[in-house]
């Protein structure tokens, strides 16, 4: 089974102060992780996926992951956060689908974080 | 810039009265999800289309069932809205249903049960 784990519930960091949000997984197969943002009132934005490759990954808005395979963990990181960055933050690991089968998408509980100035 | 569009934003309707929400895609994609989101919570996958076959999630109620008309256009009709199924409904879309493609979703209707 798949499954998410988002252990902070909320993450607060001074503006200018490099953010982590963590997040680990289980997944039988190989994992496909990715990371979305949600602003209060709009949907899900992609901000970065990891497949295959090198293990730390760059996305949007300065955003970047590190997956560590031995920890099945993969955080999210920005060397130095803005306002604007406060946000709630989803980690999210898709099921193996090819074809006719659906790679469904699990979705960790969300981490709020707050940056402030 | 090719997207995914959802009409409307905010839908309002009362208790027992058919709803329908919209969503539409500029992305060529051959799959539409449907997810429901209540407040402060993970999205929850209802139902996907991979081109027009339709494919139900085991929980997910009766009342509420889906159509899609073209590639662009997916709706979702609540038949009898219940209070508890006030949320935000987020429309989804990818290029095939293989894992590594990314699903990219649209800004979410806010329903809201009276």
């Known amino acids: 089974a798949q499954s998410v784990a988002q252990p902070e519930d909320q993450v607060n960091v001074a503006e200018g102060n490099p953010l982590t949000v963590k997040c680990t997984y289980s997944v039988s197969g190989n994992p496909y992780l990715f990371w979305y943002v949600q602003y209060p009132n709009r949907g899900l934005q992609f901000l970065l996926k990891?497949?295959?490759?090198?293990?730390l990954v760059k996305g949007s808005y300065g955003f970047e992951a590190e997956f560590n395979k031995s920890q099945t963990s993969f955080h999210l990181k920005k060397p130095s956060a803005l306002v604007s960055d406060s946000a709630l933050y989803f980690c999210?690991?898709?099921?193996?689908?090819?074809?006719?089968?659906?790679?469904?998408?699990?979705f960790g509980r969300g981490t709020q974080l707050t940056v402030w100035p | 810039d090719a997207m995914v569009i959802q009409n409307p934003r905010y839908q309002v309707t009362q208790f027992g009265k058919p709803v329908t929400l919209s969503c539409s895609q500029t992305l060529n994609h051959n799959v539409m999800y449907w997810y429901q989101q209540k407040s402060s919570q993970a999205p929850k996958l209802l139902f996907h289309?991979?081109?027009?076959?339709?494919?139900n999630e085991a929980d997910t109620p009766d009342n509420f069932q889906s159509r899609r008309p073209n590639t662009s256009f997916c709706f979702l009709d609540i038949r009898s809205p219940g209070l508890g199924d006030a949320a935000m409904y987020l429309c989804?879309?990818?290029?095939?249903?293989?894992?590594?493609?990314?699903?990219?979703f649209g800004p979410g209707t806010r329903l809201t049960v009276l």
């Open positions: 989804a879309t990818s290029r095939t249903r293989d894992s590594p493609d990314t699903q990219y």
């Open positions: 990891y497949i295959t490759g090198d293990n």
């Open positions: 289309y991979y081109d027009k076959d339709f494919n």
């Open positions: 999210a690991v898709r099921e193996e689908g090819r074809g006719s089968t659906l790679g469904r998408l699990y």
